[in-house]
């Protein structure tokens, strides 16, 4: 059974960090592209970051360059989002990915993970 089974996020004051873990069960995590969208309450989900099955790739949506980073760890076969620099607009609930090739596109996922809830308030 292919998973993604998702870890941390929490309340953070804005300026501080969290890392967002996605281990991946049933397959490799470089077997697809995964990727993090988030959805902030009455907002549509929105693709925020994205590393390709080589690793090689990384992007992100405008408003957390600089302060967001996506990797990956072969040996535990984990994607991370660390994210610095928290403001109080990255509150949302934050949701791991997989799919063929990065894109924003919500129904191009083949699989998701349960989400996990990020909020920056002070």
């Known amino acids: 059974q292919l998973q993604l089974v998702q870890s941390g996020g929490g309340l953070v004051q804005p300026g501080g960090s969290l890392r967002l873990s996605c281990a991946t069960s049933g397959f490799r995590w470089n077997s697809y592209s995964i990727g993090w969208f988030r959805q902030a309450p009455g907002k549509d989900r929105e693709g925020v970051s994205c590393?390709?099955?080589?690793?090689?790739?990384?992007t992100y949506i405008d408003s957390v360059k600089g302060r967001f980073t996506i990797s990956g760890d072969n040996a535990k076969n984990t994607v991370y989002l660390q994210m610095n620099s928290l403001k109080v607009e990255d509150t949302a609930v934050y949701y791991c990915?997989?799919?063929?090739?990065?894109?924003?596109?919500?129904?191009?996922?083949?699989?998701w993970g349960s989400g996990t809830l990020v909020t920056v308030s002070s």
């Open positions: 590393i390709s099955r080589s690793g090689s790739v990384t």
């Open positions: 990915a997989a799919m063929y090739s990065c894109t924003t596109i919500v129904t191009s996922v083949h699989y």
